[in-house]
């Protein structure tokens, strides 16, 4: 290694510790925070489309599946909540 060259940083799982936070959440609050961070990301995805955005950097690419994709994790959520609630 020459002086002018400095190590490269480490890699920082930033990532994993963020995947490991939401499921943690997940577990804790169970069916309320699906309903609540899939509505959160389809409200995103929403305004987001509106504003002209058709490509995302989600894995399914199209905001539209996206949305479809969020929307069924809502209704999943919902059907989970009734679920707990009711007797």
């Given at each position: 290694?020459?002086?002018?060259?400095?190590?490269?940083?480490?890699?920082?799982?930033?990532?994993?510790?963020?995947?490991?936070?939401?499921?943690?959440?997940?577990?804790?609050?169970?069916?309320?925070?699906?309903?609540?961070?899939?509505?959160?990301?389809?409200?995103?995805?929403?305004?987001?489309?509106?504003?002209?955005?058709?490509?995302?950097?989600?894995?399914?690419?199209?905001?539209?599946?996206?949305?479809a994709y969020l929307g069924l994790l809502v209704v999943?959520?919902?059907?989970?909540?009734?679920?707990?609630?009711?007797?």
């Amino acid at each position: 290694m020459t002086p002018d060259q400095s190590p490269a940083a480490p890699f920082d799982p930033l990532r994993l510790c963020i995947f490991a936070t939401v499921a943690l959440l997940g577990w804790l609050a169970g069916p309320f925070a699906l309903v609540f961070f899939a509505g959160l990301g389809f409200v995103g995805y929403w305004k987001a489309r509106r504003a002209g955005l058709t490509r995302s950097r989600c894995l399914l690419r199209d905001t539209r599946l996206v949305l479809a994709y969020l929307g069924l994790l809502v209704v999943a959520g919902g059907v989970g909540i009734w679920w707990v609630v009711s007797p």
